[in-house]
């Protein structure tokens, strides 16, 4: 099948248009939220558009190094950390978690299918020039540092900055 | 023959589409890629970004079940 020209003439280049900007809130901490907020992400690197996503509450431990255990002062917040470790490979599925089997069934099916893990995708954002903001509010609130998330994200910052970012993106989505 | 080619084949949404982009970073205006994939989503996932981004999907067909995109890059 051959498919029409659909390229329109490009505009005369006098300047480099400024990227399209699309902003993704990861809230969740959950599999089945952290594999679409990346492929969206990614996706969105595809099309040439400058992503960020911002982390928040549960959300941030697609952020946790592999090898992250217990975090915090808090007994609290260690008590937390230990009943929801994350890291990408430890994420719970919202539904059908079975204490962890829903999840190896999940990612043995995906890894079948040829599906990217989580992993993979986090890897290829950051590759792609996706920005990665974890909120500071969330690891204060968590007990945790630096040093519990892994390399090559953004500094530390609040909704202020993400509300400015969302105001002039194009797409924003909480998911 | 495409000046490159991206072999996408069993991997699924969004590798044929990020693939694909990540690729036609490496070519001048005006030579093509040929992408190769078997994800179905990407009958309308690669027109879609091919027109968002202003590339020009020149020809699509399908054979022996795998779908073939010569896509020319702005």
Redesign the interface.
């Known amino acids: ?3 029409p ?4 003439e ?1 505009a005369a280049e006098e300047e480099v248009p400024e990227k399209e900007k699309m902003v993704l809130v990861a809230a969740s901490g959950d599999l089945d939220k952290a594999w679409p907020v990346l ?1 969206l992400a ?2 969105g ?4 558009m400058d992503v960020t996503v911002f982390f928040t509450f549960w959300g941030l431990s697609i952020l946790k190094k592999p090898g992250t255990g217990i975090t915090g002062d808090d007994w609290r917040q260690k008590m937390m950390s230990a009943f929801h470790k994350g890291t990408p490979d430890g994420l719970h599925l919202s539904k059908l978690h079975f204490a962890g089997l829903g999840p190896s069934m999940m990612k043995s099916l995906a890894e079948d ?4 893990s989580v992993q993979e995708l986090l890897d ?1 954002s950051m590759e ?1 020039g996706v920005k990665l903001w974890p909120c500071q509010m969330t690891m204060d609130l968590m007990g945790l540092t630096n040093d519990d998330l892994i390399d090559g994200l953004d500094k530390p910052t609040g909704a202020g900055s993400a509300i400015s970012l969302m105001k002039e993106a194009s797409i924003q989505m909480f998911i | 023959m495409a000046d490159t080619t991206v072999d996408a084949r069993n991997l699924q949404c969004p590798m044929p589409v990020v693939k694909t982009a990540m690729a036609i970073k490496d070519i001048k205006a005006g030579q093509t890629l040929e992408l190769i994939a078997t994800d179905r989503g990407a009958l309308s996932d690669i027109p879609a970004w091919a027109k968002d981004t202003g590339n020009s999907l020149k020809e699509q067909f399908e054979e022996n079940d795998e779908f073939h995109f010569i896509i020319e890059k702005a």
Request: glycine share 4%; hydrophobic share 50%.
């Open positions: 099948m051959t498919v020209d659909l390229q329109e490009p492929i990614t996706t690197a595809a099309y040439g299918k040829n599906v990217a290829l792609m």
